[in-house]
């Protein structure tokens, strides 16, 4: 059994310690936490695992294979810097980092050390996503033609990254995964409707990706709707996919729809119409994303490979999400990647 | 009884020719189409209007008190000129004319001549735009911090105008009317990922809004999703309003969504949060818009008043289209209005 | 072309002479209504047909081949008679009679005289009910084990028959084509539950018929529910289906729904389980019902075939109806057919 | 702290379980399951709570102040009965009994000790069945003219009840509570399309209830339905309410639909109609619904009042259960409560 430790304690720490405790493949060893309210909420329910203020004392234990980073995103490159150099692999919320640079250099260090640097983007191992993956690759959409996803709820607003940060990291990653295009330049525009804080951060943005191809991806990420749409599209050039995420059952709908050339007797209708077809929706599994992680960490350190979800996915979001920000502050311009 | 002649009797025109027909303010007394068949068939329906494959036929016609103009967009500005300088009242297809310095042009020769120049923005007339419009007004959103739609499905391809200006122009007269805000720039990024006919028309594209205070548009266009979604979400710093316009009822949904402060024991949460209420949906009434638009064109007429959708609101939505154009040859780089 | 009149040119009967009259097969003849308004109408919009208030007119005219009875349900009969007695075929609004001893007289009628008594169950020509008799002849549901229909909206109130003689037909009908289960008995409960006009007419009814086999059909019809429901599930021993009328695409839906024996661990829990699969919904054609039967019916009588909606679907129809009201009557009491 | 027990720690109980764990109100002193497999599993969760196959240990324990029974069905007589002679107060999963009777005498005992017997209708305690209540009572709906419920999908099969003992509870304990209309009689019918185990036990269900004013009640429920439906419609004279449980927002939407004399001119159509007007969604708040019961219970043995779901509402249930039943053993006859 490996051991684990977990930094951080608080809203999404509670799912991570939970799913390391209860896997088979881990003891959960340590928790730490800066505020003691939250290392005694766990000490609660999780009584056998030793807790520290000071990060250090995890790093110092000979004993810990791996350490799960909860914390807020601008502390994630010094903590998992200090983990990856005392040996232990290491596991980090999503987004990697705050800046490029500094995601570049823990992928470095992560491989020059031959460790495990998982990032927790959690969606890639989702069953939806998962299939999603699997019909693109079966070549069943043809060429993906642009990937569109709206997530737009009423949410918390937070107070250290805005919207893009915040939400775009999810999107990005499952664009990377399923996938395979190079992305070479960006466009955001946003806007911060509501001020809070005395902070500038803006609550509702639009993000435009061009690839290699003519194909494109835009996502529509905003804290203040007041229905809560979680929706993605893929256009594919033979098939069409789209994934709500809302939906009960469901979730993936595949849609049969190719160009068709049609004559049509009014001149002033086009010569090029596309045809709607059968639809099919997948059965999807019931496995938890976030278990099904854990297990998969685990036998990624023991086999020696890279997780799906790896530091050149990690690199690759936050190289987009610092490259979408700056075309926000510069008023959309184009930024090359 | 007022006369108006329809020029241009295809796909669009059929609705017109039968709009003005049912009007009991309106005789049809001519028709016109460059082709035959078009011409042929008009002529089943109606057989005691006239009709010419030459337009000049109708200016000469000292009766004609107005000429509707249901012709490809490139050919508008031509006819209205014509038709205005013979002196001839103009309900013209949106949008009003490929190019701002015609739609100005066009402004300038009605406003001079006297006469009304009417740009059948038919979206203004559906009770579901006159019931956004009320309660804007009203103050219940209060200020208006974003206005985003999605006016998505698997269309013809139109062979002469890419997507933006073949969709945007609801949005933008929807827009217009709704606020009355300043749009001073515009951003837009798409592509064209099916290519036919040899030329390169966007299929899909996303154009961004930009006012004067930090509020903000944004409106996604596409002929290439398999889904069919005309929703647009308006956010308000009091109340929220989604329009569906694919629901069969509860078309509008008001949401009573307003911000609040609240302390959370978890500190890597936010201090701010969005409350959501109670939701409200106003019955609409069953009014058809392009039939209350043919006799408030016959009541503008006679009082001398502009129409609600006037060339001042034609000539702002080809600005903005043209501009809109314009980024996305430049890779979404700003264009100031 | 063959001639056809029309009696009764009420809020259906216009749909029926707009199909004739669109028809290339047939002529529209003769139009008659006992009201003076409603002929003036018909004559406003098909001026080429004669008109009459009295049948007999039509009836006498030796060119007629066919007569189109849009009536009310309790002149059916006699008109129906008259006309097959005069040698012309029939084609009859649903349900074809108030009492089951008229169905049969007409279909014994129609048989002797060998002409076509059509009666017009519209829904049997749509592309969704022709789709589903389709998949359930194809055996791809297995035996269809229920069939359960909810038929509600907020409707008019009929004056002469209650909700199920005005809703129930819709789905007897659909019943008896896509199946060909055999009706032994019948319950039904329901109420007045808002009285007008001095009479107790039933505004919400729950019919259960039940089949040699063990399967059962249950319609569920309202003319009180604020909500427009027109849904259909037919659970099979293999496949389920569900059709939902009140959706714009994706009408047919269907779900791999098999048993499998599971063994669950905890023995509170039942050891048989049902797994949902993959589900598909199949494109359907945008032929319009009404002028498909329309054509259907001149092909019939042309070659002397019955149609698809033919006397004896007309009677079974109205023998369920009947027992139905019995059973309604007599408190939900089980009436054998 | 008052001190609970908990009898049955299967797949509900594990529910129960937690929920007084949780509460600051109850002690959990004991667990109690005839499977030592459950009893190891709680053990686990709930380490410091004594366990016993023989709930006659719990019963000689003079600390406990109630116990929680989660059994089977048809234990839950004799287990009630014996807590209740040992002094105890009762929380009982629903329904209540097997037989009236013996619910009679659970009830009637309960009364003579002066003890709460209340029954897990867990439903009467969630937002959203509470603000029905709060509607109805305030007389916003007008009378209560009808109550139509769908519960349906596929779910498990229960070995030893149909899915009227099943599912109905929910929807008569919801009637019972939000209207106080008395049941007069009873039709049912169903059948067992999907035979195992041997036995005849009833997969689908349709139950109609008769009330002394002319207002109906109707359930269809059913084990094997390929989508989960969870739809109450409630129709009022004023107002007409829908509960949609599988919505995630907007669960209960209410119409302003009154009825309204319409003159039409076409003499086929009713001079009677309904008017559809605004709609309104209240929102609900996010208390979860058992830990809300648990808390009752303990403030409702504290003050010695009955809890809202007392042993009246579990009688009620059950008469009403036992005489659908009877209905559908002998094919939808009426049975007079």
Same mark, same amino acid.
């Given at each position: 059994m490996l051991k684990v430790a977990v930094i951080g304690c608080g809203y999404w720490g509670t799912h991570v310690l939970r799913n390391f405790n209860n896997s088979?493949?881990?003891?959960?060893?340590w928790m730490s936490d800066t505020d003691e309210t939250q290392i005694a909420k766990a000490r609660k329910n999780y009584p056998k695992a030793k807790t520290t203020k000071d990060y250090q004392d995890i790093l110092n234990?000979?004993?810990?294979d791996a350490v799960a980073i909860a914390t807020p995103v601008d502390s994630h490159f010094q903590i998992a810097k200090d983990t990856l150099l005392a040996g232990k692999h290491v596991w980090v919320e999503k987004?990697?980092?705050?800046t490029l640079a500094e995601a570049e250099e823990l992928a470095r260090i992560a491989k020059e050390k031959n460790l495990l640097l998982n990032?927790?983007?959690?969606?890639? $191992?989702t069953p939806a996503v998962q299939k999603i993956k699997e019909i693109i690759k079966s070549g069943?959409?043809?060429?993906?033609l642009y990937f569109d996803s709206v997530r737009i709820n009423l949410g918390l607003f937070q107070h250290d990254i805005n919207v893009i940060w915040d939400l775009a990291p999810h999107d990005l990653s499952i664009l990377a995964y399923c996938t395979n295009k190079k992305a070479v330049s960006v466009n955001a525009t946003g806007s911060c409707v509501i001020e809070y804080s005395g902070k500038k951060i803006e609550n509702l943005a639009y993000v435009t990706i061009n690839f290699e191809d003519e194909s494109i991806a835009h996502f529509h990420v905003n804290w203040l709707s007041p229905v809560k749409i979680r929706k993605i599209i893929i256009g594919g050039s033979k098939k069409m996919l789209v994934f709500d995420?809302?939906?009960? #059952?469901?979730?993936i709908k595949l849609y049969d729809a190719g160009v068709s050339v049609t004559e049509k007797e009014?001149? $002033?209708? #086009?010569l090029v119409q596309y045809r709607l077809g059968d639809m099919s929706s997948p059965a999807l599994s019931n496995k938890e994303a976030l278990a099904w992680e854990v297990e998969h960490f685990a036998e990624s350190i023991k086999s020696g490979k890279a997780t799906l979800t790896d530091e050149n996915m990690g690199v690759e979001v936050v190289r987009i999400l610092e490259a979408a920000n700056k075309s926000l502050l510069e008023n959309g311009k184009l930024i090359q990647l």
């Amino acid at each position: 059994m490996l051991k684990v430790a977990v930094i951080g304690c608080g809203y999404w720490g509670t799912h991570v310690l939970r799913n390391f405790n209860n896997s088979p493949l881990w003891e959960l060893a340590w928790m730490s936490d800066t505020d003691e309210t939250q290392i005694a909420k766990a000490r609660k329910n999780y009584p056998k695992a030793k807790t520290t203020k000071d990060y250090q004392d995890i790093l110092n234990d000979e004993d810990i294979d791996a350490v799960a980073i909860a914390t807020p995103v601008d502390s994630h490159f010094q903590i998992a810097k200090d983990t990856l150099l005392a040996g232990k692999h290491v596991w980090v919320e999503k987004p990697l980092t705050s800046t490029l640079a500094e995601a570049e250099e823990l992928a470095r260090i992560a491989k020059e050390k031959n460790l495990l640097l998982n990032v927790d983007h959690t969606f890639i $191992y989702t069953p939806a996503v998962q299939k999603i993956k699997e019909i693109i690759k079966s070549g069943e959409l043809g060429d993906v033609l642009y990937f569109d996803s709206v997530r737009i709820n009423l949410g918390l607003f937070q107070h250290d990254i805005n919207v893009i940060w915040d939400l775009a990291p999810h999107d990005l990653s499952i664009l990377a995964y399923c996938t395979n295009k190079k992305a070479v330049s960006v466009n955001a525009t946003g806007s911060c409707v509501i001020e809070y804080s005395g902070k500038k951060i803006e609550n509702l943005a639009y993000v435009t990706i061009n690839f290699e191809d003519e194909s494109i991806a835009h996502f529509h990420v905003n804290w203040l709707s007041p229905v809560k749409i979680r929706k993605i599209i893929i256009g594919g050039s033979k098939k069409m996919l789209v994934f709500d995420d809302m939906e009960n #059952s469901e979730k993936i709908k595949l849609y049969d729809a190719g160009v068709s050339v049609t004559e049509k007797e009014d001149i $002033y209708e #086009s010569l090029v119409q596309y045809r709607l077809g059968d639809m099919s929706s997948p059965a999807l599994s019931n496995k938890e994303a976030l278990a099904w992680e854990v297990e998969h960490f685990a036998e990624s350190i023991k086999s020696g490979k890279a997780t799906l979800t790896d530091e050149n996915m990690g690199v690759e979001v936050v190289r987009i999400l610092e490259a979408a920000n700056k075309s926000l502050l510069e008023n959309g311009k184009l930024i090359q990647l």
